[in-house]
């Protein structure tokens, strides 16, 4: 079993910023993927960001040059800063994690959602 706790949503002013954190937990042997999605209201989840191993990062286009991605593997832990917000960034925001536990099973494990809302 896997777990993951996010927190850092909130409500905050176009322009402002947000650091969202997502840690993990439980029977990891390693990890490969950690990204976040989000799912506004009507609308189907969406990648914004995810980090390989490695280190190699993708983004969405329409959160490139604001949004920058993070991990620190010691603390099984993936951050998403995010910069110059826009109303259009209102949504629920997941994190997703990848990786094999200590019996080297496959797992990828969902955060519980942390909101973040953009509006003056």
């Known amino acids: 079993q896997v777990q993951l706790v996010e927190s850092g949503g909130g409500l905050v002013q176009p322009g402002g910023s947000l650091r969202l954190s997502c840690a993990a937990s439980g029977s990891i042997f390693s990890i490969n993927t950690m990204g976040w999605y989000r799912q506004a209201p009507g609308k189907e989840r969406e990648l914004v960001a995810r980090?390989?191993?490695?280190?190699?990062?993708s983004y969405a286009d329409s959160v490139k040059g604001r949004f920058t991605i993070s991990r620190d593997n010691a603390k099984n832990t993936v951050y998403l800063q995010m910069n110059s917000l826009k109303p259009e960034d209102t949504a629920l925001y997941y994190c997703?994690?990848?990786?094999?536990?200590?019996?080297?099973?496959?797992?990828?494990?969902w955060g519980q959602g942390t909101q973040v809302t953009v509006s003056s």
């Open positions: 980090i390989i191993s490695g280190d190699s990062t």
């Open positions: 997703n994690v990848r990786g094999l536990t200590y019996l080297r099973a496959a797992f990828g494990s």
